[in-house]
């Protein structure tokens, strides 16, 4: 079993930015492909981004290519996500996932965490 736990989130202005993490533990995540998925209050989870074991590749959503920016650390077991220029719309509770195929969806991710909430005021 993987436990994931989110941190980083919190309150910010348009155009700040914000540095989430996700700390794993049980086992490594070495072997995983992790990810990000966000939920705006009203709206279903989205994809946000995702990395590969290794971290040689990465995917993004659209809207946050050019401002999000995904890692890892696996010697850390962590993984993490900068996000610049934020904006109003990207106010969400983030969650991080992992799962051991690349091309997973959603419902297919094993592990999740119960999220961090990040608000972006105009």
Not at 16 to 33: D, E, P, Q, V
Not at 57 to 67: I, W
Not at 79 to 85: A, G, P, R, W
Request: charge should be positive; include cysteine.
């Amino acid at each position: 079993q993987v436990q994931l736990v989110e941190s980083g989130g919190g309150l910010v202005q348009a155009g700040a930015s914000l540095r989430l993490s996700c700390a794993a533990s049980g086992r490594t995540i070495s072997t995983y492909t992790m990810a990000w998925f966000r939920q705006a209050p009203g709206k279903e989870r989205e994809f946000v981004a995702r990395i590969t074991w290794n971290g040689a590749s990465t995917y993004y959503a659209d809207s946050m290519k050019g401002r999000f920016t995904i890692s890892r650390d696996n010697a850390k077991n962590t993984l993490y996500l900068q996000m610049n220029s934020l904006k109003p719309e990207d106010t969400a509770v983030y969650y991080c996932a992992a799962t051991e195929y690349w091309n997973s969806r959603q419902y297919e991710y094993n592990y999740w965490g119960q999220g961090t909430q990040v608000t972006v005021s105009s």
